[in-house]
C-alpha cells in the first residue's frame, strides 16, 4: 500500500525558517518526481514546486510566489523529500501536501499525502 | 504561464448527472496532461481521473473525464449522482512541470 506522510508544521513567526518533510513508503521512490501544493485556510490548492528524479538531475521549478524563498530536496535512501520554507510571511499560512508522480511508463495517478499545517504568525 | 477556470459551484439531484468545465486560458489544453481532484472538508484531496481520461482503481465509473480542444477545456462527468459525491472537485495540469490547479468546484448533491 502507497503511504506518503507530511511532517514538520507547526506556528512560526514571520520570518523564521521551516523544513516540511514527505516520507513515503509502499512504492519505489526514486521513480516519482515529487510536488508540493498548499492550500491556505478557506482557498483553493496552489503548486508550489517540483523536484524531478536524480536520473534527469533532480532539476526543481518554483512558483513565483515562493522562489527565491522556497527549496526542495530529495533523499531516495530514505523515500523523503523536503521543503525548505524561508523568511517565510503570514501568506505562507497553509496546509502543505505532497503528491509524487510516476515518472515511468505505464503512467500511475498521483498519490497524495494527508498534509501538514503551517501557521505562521506572530 | 496560463489559467484554469472552473465554476464555482454546481448543484443536481441525486441519480442525475453533472459535468464540471476546466477552461485553460493560453496554451493548448492536449499539451499537458489534466488531473481532477475530490476533496471533502478537512481532508486532502484524492485523484479521481488523471492523464485526461484514466481512472485510478477503486474510483466508480460513474466519474469520467475528457478533454476537448475546440473548447480548450477539460471536463468532469459524474453520473448517477450519490449524496456522498458532495465535495470540492480541482482540476490540475502542469506548467515547468509544476502543478497548476483551478479555482475549484463546490458540488451540491440535492
Known amino acids: 500500500e502507497v503511504r506518503l506522510v507530511e511532517s514538520g508544521g507547526e506556528l512560526v513567526q514571520p520570518g523564521r525558517s521551516l523544513r516540511l518533510a514527505c516520507t513515503a513508503s509502499?512504492?519505489?521512490?526514486?521513480?516519482?518526481?515529487v510536488n508540493w501544493a498548499r492550500q491556505a485556510p478557506g482557498k483553493g490548492l496552489e503548486g508550489v514546486g517540483v523536484i524531478g528524479t536524480n536520473p534527469l538531475g533532480a532539476t526543481t521549478e518554483y512558483a513565483a510566489s515562493v522562489k527565491g524563498r522556497f527549496s526542495i530536496s530529495r533523499d531516495d535512501s530514505r523515500s523523503v523529500a523536503y521543503l525548505q520554507l524561508n523568511s517565510l510571511t503570514t501568506e505562507d499560512t497553509a496546509v502543505y501536501f505532497c503528491?509524487?508522480?510516476?515518472?515511468?511508463?505505464?503512467?500511475?495517478?498521483?498519490?497524495w499525502g494527508q498534509g501538514t499545517l503551517v501557521t505562521v504568525s506572530s | 504561464n496560463f489559467l484554469l477556470t472552473q465554476p464555482r459551484s454546481v448543484s443536481e439531484s441525486p441519480g442525475k448527472t453533472v459535468t464540471i468545465s476546466c477552461t485553460r486560458s493560453?496554451?493548448?489544453?492536449?499539451?499537458?496532461?489534466v488531473q481532477w481532484y475530490q476533496q471533502r472538508p478537512g481532508s486532502s484531496p484524492t485523484t479521481l481521473i488523471y492523464a485526461d481520461n484514466e481512472r485510478p482503481s477503486g474510483v466508480p465509473d460513474r466519474f469520467s473525464g475528457s478533454i476537448d480542444s475546440s473548447s480548450n477545456s477539460a471536463s468532469l462527468t459524474i453520473s448517477g449522482l450519490k449524496t456522498e459525491d458532495e465535495a470540492d472537485y480541482y482540476c490540475q495540469s502542469y506548467d515547468s512541470n509544476i502543478q497548476v490547479f483551478g479555482g475549484g468546484t463546490k458540488l451540491t448533491v440535492l
Open positions: 503528491s509524487l508522480l510516476y515518472q515511468l511508463l505505464p503512467r500511475k495517478p498521483p498519490a
Open positions: 509502499g512504492l519505489t521512490f526514486a521513480d516519482y518526481a
Open positions: 493560453s496554451g493548448s489544453i492536449a499539451n499537458n496532461y
